[in-house]
């Protein structure tokens, strides 16, 4: 625990202009981030009688080893560069919300010469239309189903576009009406274009305009005694109706806002987010956080805004944002809303009315989320708590392992041998620490061999990391802090990291790659394997890390130099984490392995030509198709792909030349051969 006065700033030493600053640990590890519209006051905020702060900034601030800042011009800016800061160093004193699911958008691809409406999850792609988020991916196809009536707007993957395209025959919504086929040139791509553009305008709430020109195009057929067309019309319309009524009608006034609602409590807070478009719920997600710094409802506010829009643009701010308490900085925050849609955005708490009304469902929301959240966490911290505690008793542990990484070796008979190493952290894996490795000390297939090396390898990193952090450097008691840099970037840590030269070293402020030692390390196997590990820990001098090995054949639980294993019961909780863990070092490896093995298969020829790069090879093939009509081509030919000279020609057919042409491969499902036609590249 630090004394915040060892590196407290000097008087006077600190800007009294708006700014951001960030606090780091010992490890010089980015700890916490935070603005101020002035640095003075809030950064001396930190530093005064430690009984007088709030439990988890108290916590904060004697973790912390040393506090710089940046300043900047306005507030916008500071606020900008906080949440850019928060995104790269993920602080873990700072309010981080987490989605509780991966909510599914209905998307439109106009990025593409003929869109495409799809379901997506994850990011955001540029120049891709998205609405929702929905609750369920059924809910998204139930909607596209019914508007396709109206827009048969493409649906079908890639695959299946080229290939109706290659034979001349659309797939089975061309047939019935629901997709306009522009795979076989039944419209073009500008009409197939307008008929996208038209379902995002349904989507995005001018409905009104299309279900009257369909009434109006339905009265006129009747009258035409058109019945069948005026019929398709009618359904045409009751259908569009129908994906309308799948989003209740919440505000009359057609307004499109998001209403944010926060439900808290002393250790945790719940957020709940209607996206109304408009007038219409066209989405809902949730988000659950822990109260990890102090902060108010206020301050819980602005970090989801910062989290909503920080990496949106245009339309996808609305124009209203509706919230239970209003920012620190409104006037920031709504510039910076301002500039991300390019409009004005209002910011505002809903007074009276339907807008209200609809605030206090959105908090309702909030509240079940944050019990629900709260009974399923009770149930998983009881059972993960006592799965670690029977690990820790079967083994003979001093203290339950809170960080367990487990290492497993994946091959093919001998070849492309891999390992893999994932990390769980109170019970849960941890897949932003997972790691992959190659072996490289020798070829063919040792298990026992491969383990030792990898477990060397990992741990030698380790302690690379300590050395180089200065945890084993012992430091003179009368050394001296350096004197302090310009108040724009902040005091120095008076005792930092060093190169081997001794001059100081630049350190980013995020997590290393192998900081962290685990309480225990499982290997997959028994007790060779478990050897391996051990003898390869001995090496380095670590004997603070307990090893195990779990043997698939009966689940035995190995320990080194032990003959006979420790058999825990099938019922226990203890086992079936290391079953866990174990089963997902195995897949993990596996998923590598193949990952290999498919890159080496699909490696081409053109890879043995000598100063060929990737840009050149991909300009052949595009250039000819295929490696297969690249091998019929003379020297001359192969000279008109611009980059290509005469020599590199030469040697790219005697390349082609000296590689016999491998048997067409066969789909064994339909029996059609496969022609040679993506390059081969890998």
């Known amino acids: ?243 309308m009524e799948k989003s209740a009608v919440v505000l009359a006034d057609a307004t499109d806002a998001d209403l944010i609602a926060v439900a808290e409590d002393e250790l945790e807070a719940a957020l709940q987010i209607f996206h109304v478009r408009g007038g219409r719920v066209r989405g809902q997600r949730g988000w659950v956080t822990d109260k990890v710094e102090a902060v108010d409802t206020s301050g819980l506010v602005e970090h989801a805004l910062q989290q909503l829009y920080g990496e949106e643009r245009g339309d996808a701010v609305p124009k209203e944002v509706l919230v239970p308490a209003l920012p620190e900085d409104t006037e920031a925050v709504s510039q910076w809303l301002a500039e991300r849609r390019g409009s004005q955005v209002s910011l505002r708490i809903p007074q009276r009315g339907d807008k209200k009304d609809l605030m206090a469902t959105v908090q309702r929301n909030a509240q ?60 849960l894996a941890r897949k932003s620490e997972y790691r992959r490795f190659q072996i490289k000390g020798f070829e063919g297939q040792d298990d026992v061999r491969s383990m030792h090396e990898v477990i060397g390898r990992r741990f030698k990193r380790y302690l690379q990391e300590k050395e180089r952090t200065g945890e084993w450097e012992e430091q003179p008691p009368d050394a001296a802090a350096p004197a302090a840099g310009p108040a724009a970037t902040g005091p120095v840590p008076a005792v930092g990291p060093t190169a081997e030269d001794g001059e100081p070293r630049e350190d980013d402020g995020r997590p290393k790659r192998f900081a962290y030692p685990p309480q225990l390390v499982v290997v997959d196997g028994g007790q060779p394997q478990v050897a391996a590990a051990k003898r390869a820990l001995d090496e380095l001098g670590i004997d603070d890390i307990a090893v195990c090995g779990l043997a698939k054949r009966l689940e035995e639980v190995w320990l080194p130099d032990d003959d006979d294993p420790v058999v825990l019961p099938r019922s226990s909780e203890g086992l079936y984490l290391l079953q866990r863990v174990r089963d997902e070092a195995h897949r993990f490896a596996i998923t590598y392995q193949r990952a290999k093995r498919a890159k080496r298969i699909r490696t081409s020829p053109l890879d043995d030509v000598s100063g060929l790069g990737e840009t050149r090879k991909q300009a052949l093939i595009k250039h000819f198709g295929s490696v297969k009509k690249l091998r019929q081509a003379t020297i001359d030919e192969i000279c008109e792909v611009p980059g290509i000279g005469r020599r590199t020609a030469e040697s790219v057919a005697a390349a082609l030349a000296s590689t016999a042409p491998a048997a067409p491969a066969v789909n064994t499902a339909t029996g059609e051969i496969i022609e040679e036609d993506d390059g081969g590249s890998s």
């Open 1 to 243: 625990m630090a004394d915040p006065s060892s590196y407290r700033p000097k008087p006077g030493q600190i800007p009294d202009s708006p700014g951001v600053y960030k606090f780091r640990d010992e490890h010089r590890r980015v700890i916490y981030v935070g603005k101020a519209k002035n640095l003075r006051q809030r950064v001396a905020n930190y530093f005064q009688d430690l009984a007088n702060l709030h439990p988890r900034t108290r916590t904060m601030v004697t973790t912390a080893a040393s506090v710089e800042w940046t300043v900047v011009s306005t507030e916008v800016e500071a606020l900008q560069l906080e949440y850019s800061w928060i995104k790269e160093f993920d602080p873990r004193f700072n309010v981080k919300y987490r989605d509780d699911k991966s909510y599914p958008y209905l998307a439109v691809t106009l990025n593409e010469e003929f869109p495409r409406v799809q379901v997506m999850r994850g990011a955001k792609k540029k120049g891709v239309r998205y609405f929702g988020p929905y609750g369920h991916a059924w809910a998204i196809r139930e909607t596209v189903d019914l508007m396709l009536r109206v827009f048969p707007v493409r649906t079908c993957s890639a695959g299946v576009f080229k290939n109706a395209a290659r034979t001349g025959r659309p797939c089975l919504l061309g047939y019935i009406g629901k997709c306009s086929a522009p795979c076989v040139g039944r419209v073009t791509p500008e009409e197939h274009r307008d008929l996208a553009e038209d379902f995002c305008d349904f989507m995005a709430g001018r409905t009104g305009t299309y279900i009257r020109r369909l009434e109006k195009d339905m009265m006129q057929a009747a009258e035409e005694m058109e019945y069948e067309r005026a019929a398709r019309l009618r359904d045409d319309a009751e259908a569009l109706k129908r994906a």
């Open 368 to 427: 079940q989320a944050l019990g629900l959240h709260k009974t399923k966490r009770a149930s998983d911290l009881t059972t993960r708590s006592r799965a670690l505690e029977e690990i820790a008793e079967a083994l003979g542990l001093d203290t339950a392992p809170l960080r367990i990484e487990c290492y497993d070796i994946s091959h093919l008979q001998g070849d492309d041998v891999v390992a893999s190493m994932v990390v769980f952290e109170d019970g």
